[in-house]
């Protein structure tokens, strides 16, 4: 079937048959590997010098505050939600150029291109700054000092003189010796000294919780408001539509289906960037939001039912969508969402690996246990878990028993049905009138 689909599928206008082989092709895919390499980078060091400026207000608030450092230390977590989206759109905009630059000759080669690119370059865009809280943070040092006092001193501006137990644990869990023999502390500590070693967080938790559910109900917000806006796109179309009519005392004012199919096709068609939603734009809003919440679930728990809500109105509205705004996109075989199943299946097991390692070297209590025996705990929880995945797949077929049903029908009609290859009519039951196909309705006599 991958075969029929990919050279039944429509080959594209842009293919340029003459680049095959050339090395013009050659340098535009290699600029295209480039560019994915480099965007990346790119958000990665935007995303370091925002947390630069939130820990520069911090030291700066305290000696001359300002309105300025207020909204960026209260605020860093809606100021990073839209440096993300930013970069997202970003990579929206220019993924369709990339995919176009390796000159795939049919739509289909086209699309699965670009969702290669959207899935790699927009998850790390969403997920990096998680990744980096969750796991990179904490082996960069705060500061180097030669005492735990001067070190407990730089991150708790008050409380001092501190107890013995409250700078023991300091030093033995967030602290380590560098090549000068100064104590370097953690960027990853206890917020106070309150904190203690049975019941508190440490800063990099706070941060990821804080960050994750702003930027988690943003992006529900914003995938609901994508699919809610074609719908709403059409109904102004057609009121507008309808108004002018009156306005003009035209003799009909009520839209039929034809005209309304027309409109949606008008003002929001179905594929990549025009308005009305595409496969490949449906799936990464689900597959952003999905990666969250499987990837750092365990931090915000809450999350879960609120996602379970939210997609279950998200995919009513996709329903409607599809059905009243969509209606018919290009009548072209499909062979189902293609390697977006494998995405989805990547994003599971890479969430087992992310929430073992976050219940073993973030969280209590076995965040205080030695390094030899949270090595044992996360292997042994990641491999019962993989393990329990794969159990688990094994027992839900991969394939509906009622869609296996239909495909045997769609066998059997196809086999005692071949298809029409040469088929003539004869002229005397051609249609001598010509179908109207406009869009305006005409009055019934």
Request: glycine share 6%; net charge neutral.
């Amino acid at each position: 079937m991958s075969d029929y689909q990919e050279f039944s599928d429509f080959s594209r206008t842009e293919y340029q048959p003459e680049l095959e082989g050339t090395t013009r092709l050659a340098i535009q895919k290699s600029l295209v590997k480039m560019v994915e390499l480099l965007y990346p980078v790119a958000f990665a060091s935007a995303i370091y010098g925002l947390q630069l400026w939130r820990q520069q207000a911090k030291e700066n608030q305290e000696d001359a505050p300002s309105m300025m450092n207020y909204v960026v230390i209260q605020y860093s977590a809606i100021l990073l939600t839209v440096l993300i989206q930013v970069f997202s759109i970003g990579c929206s905009m220019i993924a369709p150029k990339l995919a176009a630059l390796e000159n795939p000759r049919f739509n289909i080669r086209w699309e699965d291109i670009l969702a290669g690119k959207l899935f790699f370059v927009t998850l790390f865009v969403a997920l990096w700054n998680f990744i980096y809280l969750a796991f990179v943070k904490k082996q960069m040092p705060k500061v180097c000092v030669a005492t735990i006092e001067l070190a407990a001193a730089a991150v708790w501006k008050t409380g001092s003189p501190w107890t013995n137990s409250t700078l023991e644990y300091l030093e033995e869990e967030f602290t380590w010796k560098n090549s000068r023999g100064k104590i370097c502390l953690s960027s990853c500590y206890p917020p106070t000294p309150d904190d203690s070693a049975t019941t508190g967080k440490i800063s990099c938790v706070k941060d990821l919780e804080s960050t994750l559910t702003t930027f988690f109900l943003f992006q529900l917000i914003s995938v609901i408001v994508s699919v809610v806006m074609p719908i709403i796109k059409v109904k102004m179309a057609v009121q507008a539509d309808i108004k002018a009519a009156k306005d003009k005392g035209l003799p009909t004012s009520e839209y039929d289906d034809l005209q309304v199919q027309g409109k949606c096709k008008q003002v929001a068609g179905y594929g990549y960037g025009k308005g009305g939603g595409s496969k490949n734009e449906d799936f990464m809003n689900v597959v952003v939001s999905y990666g969250l919440l499987v990837t750092f679930g365990i931090i915000r728990p809450l999350l879960a039912p609120i996602a379970l809500v939210a997609f279950s109105a998200l995919y009513k509205l996709l329903a409607y969508r599809m059905v009243h705004v969509t209606a018919r996109p290009e009548p072209r075989s499909s062979k189902g969402i293609d390697n977006w199943i494998e995405m989805f299946e990547s994003l599971s097991k890479a969430g087992i690996l992310t929430n073992t390692a976050l219940a073993v070297f973030d969280l209590l209590p076995m965040r205080k246990w030695s390094g030899a025996w949270q090595l044992a705990a996360f292997l042994a929880m990641e491999h019962i878990l993989l393990l329990a995945y794969g159990l688990a797949a094994q027992l839900v077929p991969s394939t509906p028993e009622d869609v296996g049903h239909i495909n045997d029908q769609i066998a059997d009609f196809s086999g005692e049905y071949p298809p029409l290859t040469d088929l003539k009519v004869p002229a005397e039951v051609k249609q001598k009138e010509k179908a109207d196909v406009g869009l305006r309705a005409k009055k019934q006599q």
